[in-house]
């Protein structure tokens, strides 16, 4: 797969995404994934990253038969609680790897290991997306146009700063939930929103909280599956007679059917009050190997994303560890 940010930081990943399969004669358990991740600009820098949910050493990698002749000096090896991550950022070490992966059909990893079909077609994808096809910096289709001739990396937008959320009193709660439930009854009706219990609406955050002077975030608690909930956002005026409206979280848009670009449904949300950062995590499946996060904060008018990773297929070496497809920076000080 390959995913480009809003800073055209790309990431080629490739893992196996059905467990216990034969690739010819080998079974192999999906457990580990390979990695091209390379920065926009023309002096764009790349990192290759071998991860394995196992330990391993430069000895138990092969390319097909053959051993993959690696520099130790070039790369970084660590093994913590068992997960392995063999790494580098050195042009010439990356040279050297992709010359012996690029014809290959599997890169074995001990008795594990990453399909090698689509590899070429992936960074050519990536060279293409960040301008560099018939360059000096591509790492595929290489030519001789110079570096300078990359365009250079979109700016990185700035978020809005931290700011506490505390939860409001409970008579200014139970006020706003009320208004809430009652203006916005035909919404929470078309989400089919069930009666949780207390333990599942206190999980799903269900309150209202301060997002400023004027402003509140309601949470209503919708449905609760096997191992993660969703719940539906509002936002709340807190002066006058009170309006309450859904919350806009805005998301990159996925595909061209994607339906959640705006709209106010959190699965497994999470609200860091300390800085006002709301969250999303999304589980495509118990393992958590695929799946989207998305995080927002309050900028006095509205949610501003500020965070966005989403891996659609399932697999890979550990779980959580997905594309990103949305970066920010903090906002500078005045």
Known sequence: MVSCDNTLTCEA???????????????????????????AGPDGRTEARLSA?????LTDLKVDAKPLVLTPSAWQLKTQDGNTVLSTRQPAAIAALLTQLRDGTMLHVRDDGVPLSGLKAALLRMDDKQGRIDGVTALIRQGPKPASTVPPAPLT???????????LPLNEQTHL?????????????????????????????TGAYTLDHNHALVLIGCAMGAYQ???????????GKGQARP?????????????????????????DKATGTLTEFAKGRGLSDCGTSSSWRWDGHGFALTAMTFQSACGGSLPSDWPTLYRSTKQKAP
């Open 13 to 39: 990943k490739g893992f196996l995404n059905d467990e216990s399969t034969i690739a010819g004669n080998t079974q192999i358990n999906g457990r580990v994934d390979l990695r091209f991740i390379r920065n």
């Open 53 to 57: 949910g196992f330990p391993f050493g």
């Open 157 to 167: 937008p700035s978020i809005p700063p931290a700011h506490a959320t505390p939860s």
């Open 177 to 205: 939930l009320e208004l809430t439930r009652t203006t916005q009854a035909a919404l929470i009706k078309k989400y089919d929103c069930e009666n949780l219990s207390k333990e599942q609406d206190d999980l799903l955050l």
């Open 229 to 239: 909930g969703t719940s539906l956002a509002f936002v709340v005026s807190r002066t």
């Open 247 to 271: 919350a806009s979280l805005p998301r990159p848009v996925l595909s061209k059917e994607d339906s959640r670009q705006n709209d106010n449904t959190l699965t497994g949300p999470d609200l």
